[in-house]
Every structure is written in C-alpha cells, then in structure tokens.
C-alpha cells in the first residue's frame, strides 16, 4: 500500500496537499476523483480510516447538493447508504483533499493542521 492523494488539480488545497507531500519527501500516487470516481465500497473504506460520517466529507454547498437537496437529508446510521450513494454518483461532493496514508490512516488535507498531521 503506498500514500494516495485524492485531488483536483484545479484546487489550490489540493496543490498545497500534494506540495507539502513533495516537501516532505512522502512518495504517493495521485488520484484525479473527478476523472476517476470512487466506488460506494472505497468510500466507506476512505470514510472508516478517517472516522468519519460521509456528511462529514460532502461539500454541500456545490450546486449538485442544492439540486439534490442534501441540506434537507438526515444524518443518522440509517441515512449514511443515500450520502454515500449520493457521493459516488456525484464525486464533485467529495470534499478535497484526501490524503491516504500508508498503514490505513487518512485525513482530508484542507488546513495546516492536516497537513502537519501527513508527516
């Protein structure tokens, strides 16, 4: 298993993310989200190693989610399958970056704290 970024090369976090990686000498592959989505099954793998809720990960204010209605959605254990659904036939929700590490663990790089965290 080797480092994995989930990005947009379009997005000035992500550039950040994948230049700190660069900086810290942490080899990774890179993974273009939009280009390449990822299946419900890889999300709920991405969604465990960050311990988190695919709510928790949705950028709900891109125009998909208003046209989905997403902010209207219930954020319990019985909902988690519609968001997760909902992500990857709509991988623009994807908050970005994700930042997979070697060993399982995961962070969504978007501050300098992320960031501190990937090594």
């Known amino acids: 298993m080797t480092t994995e970024i ?3 090369p379009r997005c000035t976090k992500s550039r950040n993310a994948m230049a700190h990686l660069d900086a810290a000498g ?3 592959t890179e993974r273009r989200y939009l280009d390449d989505p990822p299946t419900a099954a890889e999300l709920r793998d991405v969604l465990k190693r960050l311990g988190a809720e695919p709510w ?3 950028r709900t204010g891109e125009q998909v ?3 989905l209605g997403i902010s209207g959605w219930g954020r319990t254990a019985a909902d988690r399958d519609r968001w997760i659904d909902a992500l990857a036939a709509n991988p623009k929700l994807i908050q970005r970056p994700i930042v997979l590490r070697d060993g399982g663990g995961a962070v969504v790089a978007r501050t300098d704290e992320a960031l501190r965290n990937l090594g």
């Open 56 to 58: 928790d990960i949705t």
């Open 26 to 28: 942490i080899e990774y």
């Open 65 to 67: 989610a208003k046209d």
């Open 6 to 8: 989930w990005h947009n």
